[in-house]
């Protein structure tokens, strides 16, 4: 019997996908089942983040697609913006539109129904599927963003699923809860590097490796420090590299290792758990806490006085978590080889070296990791 759902999973398989995240909306709960049960899929904890992730898997060499509801866009639009079009890399976002059609939840109007024009004044391309008839243009149009590296939203109507025969109620199954205890809080002694000192340190330990480095003065540090062709430095898209860099680990075989920022951090802290869920044995996340915005001013973060991120990370579930505050400390942190998911928390004074912009384009440094992650 015709499913609309299979017929849209078929679409996304013939057009080679090889990766899906979602965010649930309960006007596509079907679909997002099956899409769970067909493909690779990362369950996210907030829309941009899957950006991110997208992001990274694309320079990983895979194909992914999101499925998100048309409020999920709302949190997405500047990674769009600023990460995926800017870099020109390929992605489709299934969005389900609410507010349209027999809507019941007033919230849903304002950004439902607004979406089309935020997506026009978004300059994100889209089409509008309104009925099982017009899966035929995501048919048609699909290809086309991987073949010419874009982002492309499908609007999908309530009005597509209604009498579907795949209809079905999720089994619930009994699931337990997590609880971790943290160790005692350990003492350690107040930072003594810089942002700077801390990249000049583990430097020796990023070569053959693809890193990503926070946006500003962290990705203008690391250049100077150290360039390589497998440096994605991130030109703009706050809050991503340990989305980009989490794609990139479970898309590669590759060591990743991410320079992120706290104040980064603290504006997509989910990402730790989306790591600690996929657990990926190639990534390292290098938090560099030097309690404030330093690129924009060193205005002051909560790292300073009530969040220690390194709890966070555990809070979140990754188990290998370990904090710095010297040189030692850090080389010790990179050296220990062992395979796995590890969080390490680096506390800087804060501060920026003078050192020159990057005199490379986005879009050679998007082909050069490219090519280090799929050769
Ligand atoms: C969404 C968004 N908000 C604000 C900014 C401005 N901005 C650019 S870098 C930055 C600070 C990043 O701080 P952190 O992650 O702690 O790294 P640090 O520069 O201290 O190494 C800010 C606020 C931005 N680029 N994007």
Request: charge should be negative.
């Amino acid at each position: 019997m015709y499913s609309p759902e299979e017929e849209l999973i078929t679409i996304v398989k013939n057009a080679a996908v090889d990766m899906t995240a979602s965010l649930p909306c309960e006007k596509i709960k079907t679909l997002l089942e099956m899409v769970e049960e067909r493909f690779f899929h990362v369950p996210l904890t907030r829309e941009e983040e899957g950006v991110g992730i997208c992001a990274g898997a694309a320079l990983g060499g895979r194909r992914s697609a999101m499925f998100v509801q048309s409020s999920g866009i709302g949190n997405m639009v500047n990674a769009l913006l600023s990460l995926m079009q800017f870099y020109e890399l390929p992605l489709a976002v299934f969005v389900s539109q609410r507010g349209i059609y027999k809507e019941k939840i007033a919230a849903q109007f304002p950004m439902g129904q607004r979406l089309p024009a935020i997506l026009n004044g978004a300059g994100i391309p889209f089409s509008v599927i309104s009925s099982p008839a017009d899966l035929i243009v995501v048919a048609q149009k699909l290809p086309e963003v991987y073949a010419d590296s874009r982002v492309h939203a499908f609007l999908l109507n309530p009005a597509i699923w209604e009498g579907s025969p795949a209809q079905r109620a999720r089994q619930l199954d009994q699931r337990p809860i997590a609880c971790m205890i943290p160790e005692q809080r350990r003492e350690v002694s107040p930072p003594a590097c810089s942002r700077y000192e801390i990249i000049e340190t583990i430097a020796p330990y990023l070569s053959g490796k693809a890193v990503v480095s926070n946006l500003g003065w962290p990705s203008k540090e690391l250049h100077a420090i150290k360039h390589q062709e497998s440096n994605f430095y991130m030109l703009g898209s706050m809050g991503m590299a340990s989305p980009i860099g989490l794609g990139m680990s479970i898309s590669s075989g590759k060591d990743v290792v991410v320079i992120d920022g706290d104040g980064s951090l603290l504006m997509n802290p989910g990402v730790l758990a989306t790591a600690a869920h996929l657990a990926p044995d190639n990534l390292t996340i290098l938090a560099i806490d030097n309690s404030s915005y330093g690129s924009t001013g060193s205005q002051e973060t909560l790292t300073g006085s009530c969040v220690d991120l390194e709890l966070v990370a555990r809070g979140f579930g990754i188990g290998n978590t370990l904090k710095t505050s010297t040189k030692e400390q850090l080389t010790e942190a990179m050296r220990s080889g062992s395979k796995g998911l590890k969080f390490i928390h680096a506390l800087a004074v804060p501060g920026n070296r003078d050192v020159p912009n990057i005199p490379i384009d986005h879009i050679t440094i998007k082909n050069q990791v490219l090519s280090f992650l799929t050769t």
